[in-house]
């Protein structure tokens, strides 16, 4: 249980299973051939697992590569010590290159004008940039449409001061469209291949998240780059991998209050009491990115039990109606995780905030200390 040295006066936290952490790693090794490296993204504070710790714990794992969304994700990790390479996924302006080499970064690239910038920028300070190249072939964000790659890739070979270190591309459907994902496979392979006949081999070629690791083996090349699963969520379910939620969310029990029937709980009086009962406060609330649509809806642990939020989730608070149930100031709540013989996912409260597990865990805020556990 960690103390106010550890999260301060206000008694809300995310615990860190490290542990369960690596757990997930090494069922993902298990997963890949091994010669094939693993890039774990590490963006979003680790999907919201705290960074530094989540990457420390990677790094001793045998972890190949960290993926960022930005230089400054970057910069933390170096500054934290981090020594494994990094790869920025992110785009970046030309303006911003000199970070790159201070804190030897590998950055995305797809087009000759960036490109071109960075080649210059390494001939002036007389180093090598490292680039993987993105291509798109069909998630239609940041990258260098799939018939135009390869004429790219020559002219970035043709830069003297960049390293061509990777080539990837990112599925748009991995989940559901099983058709248009092996389309998107074929077309990676087929510009692989080509650029292999004509001699360029690039030692990194990567494809696969979360889902191509796990439902498209023919996806992974030499590298794969899970983010979800390596917290030990499910991007759907019924997936055959043995995995261990790392994340749980808790509090506790800041309030209790016996109220009689009719007693109307929170703004807008969404909830009022069908009976005498106990209503408990919680401190916690949608300014630590807890969802407030799920008012009324989500699920919380007491005491082993299950209860539900009543009323709307406020900015702070929510209020927890537990019955005849002997709860008392201090008692535990967990919001997400296991408590006795029961267990909230986060997967459960994205159904019913009708979202992902991603933008549950990246979304919970900086006002909520990640405590690691192990
Ligand atoms: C975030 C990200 C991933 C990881 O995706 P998951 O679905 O979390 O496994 C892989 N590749 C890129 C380019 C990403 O931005």
Redesign the pocket.
């Known amino acids: 249980m960690p103390t106010a040295k550890h999260i301060g006066y206000r008694p809300t936290w995310a615990e860190i299973n490290l542990n369960n952490l690596e757990h997930n790693f090494l069922r993902i090794k298990e997963r890949i051939s091994c010669g094939t490296k693993i ?1 774990v ?1 590490v ?1 979003a504070d680790a ?1 919201g697992h705290g960074l530094i710790p989540t990457s420390e714990k990677l790094e001793s794992c045998g972890v190949d590569f960290l ?1 960022v ?1 930005s230089i400054d994700e970057g910069i933390a990790l170096r500054k934290a010590g981090i020594k494994s390479p990094i790869l920025v ?2 785009l970046i302006l030309k303006d911003h290159l000199s970070p790159l080499f201070e804190y030897d970064l590998t950055i ?1 690239v797809c087009d000759e004008e960036l490109s071109a910038a960075l080649n210059n920028k390494a001939r002036l300070l007389r180093k090598k940039a490292k680039v993987h190249i ?1 291509v798109d072939t069909g998630m239609g964000r940041i990258g260098i449409l799939h018939y135009d790659a390869h004429k790219l890739v020559r002219k970035i070979y043709g830069f003297k001061h960049i390293k061509v270190e990777g080539i ?1 591309t ?1 599925f748009a459907f ?1 989940d559901i469209n099983k058709k248009f994902t092996f389309y998107q496979i074929d077309l990676f392979d087929a510009l692989i291949q080509r650029l292999a006949a004509e001699g360029i081999a690039i030692p990194l070629v ?1 494809a ?6 796990l439902n498209y083996r023919h996806s992974h090349f030499n590298m794969v ?7 030990g969520l499910y ?1 759907k379910g019924n997936l055959k991998i043995s995995l261990k939620p790392v994340l749980s969310l808790k509090t506790k029990v800041i309030f209790v209050k016996n109220v009689p029937a009719g007693c109307g709980i929170s703004y807008g009086h969404e909830y009022v009491t069908p009976r005498p009962t106990r209503v408990v406060t919680l401190p916690i609330g949608y300014g630590d990115g807890y969802p407030r649509n799920l008012s009324n809806k989500a699920p919380v642990l007491i005491g082993g039990k299950r209860f539900r939020i009543c009323g709307r989730i406020c900015m702070d608070q929510i209020m927890v109606d537990v019955g005849k149930a002997a709860v008392k100031i201090g008692d535990e709540a967990v919001l997400i995780g296991a408590q006795g013989k029961n267990m909230i996912t986060t997967e459960e409260l994205a159904d019913l905030s009708k979202t992902i597990p ?1 933008e549950i865990v990246c979304g919970l805020g900086s006002r909520i200390p990640r405590v690691s556990v192990f």
Request: glycine residues 14%; hydrophobic residues 40%; without cysteine.
């Open positions: 890039l993204t963006k999907y993926g969304a996924l992110g995305s993105k990837f990112h991995a990567h696969a998240n979360s889902m191509g690791i780059r899970p983010g979800l699963v390596i917290y991007p991603y």
